[in-house]
């Protein structure tokens, strides 16, 4: 791995046979801010925005952790009490602990629980993400710990993954593979994905269960991103924000406000670990 302090400081890991990078700012809640894949830029930056820490960030691979999508009143309710939480939790705004993978492959970065988490989430855990760049394709590990002793209480969580796919004109994207019904975010309703899918160019958030492999195909690019998921990592969601040049294209664990309805909220016992995979695979459009 290599320190660089341009533009911004941060990390690089690069496979020496392909070329393919992946450039990292662990302090600014383990984010993923690059992935260079067959000498082409895969994820959307918003440079500007990401040079104010006072924002939040708009690119890269955010890490949506104990929730995904927010919850009413942004307060998480649990037998002991009352826990403010803003929408998508904690992770993504706090430093995190960087190192490359034992076998050279990729890096792993790291959160722990801690005086920042504690008034938000009473559980003791260990959040591990492992990045391993493959052949023309990125692998994601997530491993979750919960650190507690035996007799605590379990620990309820949701994962979700943020990864801002550069594309030349969101309307020009397909996407296959998604279920006929998703979930609409912007009103709550079910809606049939085909026509959510009609209106990338001018803004969607949409949410799919128990979805298998999702492509993404660029046709100005001639590229396509498949997105292969294992469950209970299987939920995608698809948002668009008009003008950016950029397709939202995430893994989830659950749906929104999945801590208070229950609706695939996952659980760890003391001493547990929940191991979570999802894989992204880049090809040429012949």
């Known amino acids: 791995m290599l320190s660089i302090k341009d533009p911004w400081p941060h990390w690089t890991f690069e496979d020496p046979a392909s070329g393919d990078q ?13 992935w260079r ?11 500007d925005r990401f040079a104010d820490p ?3 960030v708009r690119g890269g691979m955010p890490v949506l952790f104990p929730i995904c999508g927010n919850l009413p009143g942004d307060q998480l309710p649990l037998p002991g009490g009352s826990y403010p939480m803003r929408q998508h939790g904690f992770a993504r705004d706090l430093p995190w602990s960087l190192e490359p993978l034992a076998d050279g492959g990729g ?15 009473p559980f003791p855990f260990r959040l591990r993400l492992e990045l391993r760049l ?5 692998a994601i590990t ?6 507690g002793e035996p007799g605590d209480a379990a620990m309820p969580f949701s994962f979700g993954l943020h990864p801002y796919v550069a594309v030349a004109d ?18 709550m309703a079910t809606a049939a994905t085909a026509d959510q899918l009609l209106r990338l160019r001018e803004g969607v958030d949409l949410f799919c269960a128990d979805s298998g492999a999702v492509r993404l195909v660029d046709p100005a690019a001639g590229l396509s991103l498949t997105l292969e998921t294992t469950a209970p990592f299987d939920c995608v969601v698809v948002w668009t924000e008009t003008p950016r040049p950029m397709v939202c294209f995430e893994p989830w664990t659950a749906p929104r406000q999945a801590l208070v309805s229950g609706e695939r909220r996952l659980l760890l016992a003391p001493g547990e670990t929940r191991n979570l995979h999802c894989r992204y695979r880049l090809e040429t459009l012949a």
């Open 22 to 34: 992946l450039r990292l700012v662990p302090e600014r809640g383990g984010l993923l801010t690059g």
């Open 37 to 47: 894949c067959g000498g082409r830029e895969i994820l959307y930056l918003d440079a």
């Open 54 to 56: 006072a924002l939040s």
């Open 107 to 121: 890096v792993a970065m790291e959160l722990n629980d801690g005086p920042a988490t504690r008034p938000h989430f």
């Open 134 to 138: 493959e052949s023309a394709a990125l």
């Open 142 to 147: 997530a491993r979750i710990h919960h650190g």
């Open 170 to 187: 969101p309307g020009a994207v397909l996407i296959q593979g998604l279920p006929e019904r998703c979930t609409d975010h912007l009103t």
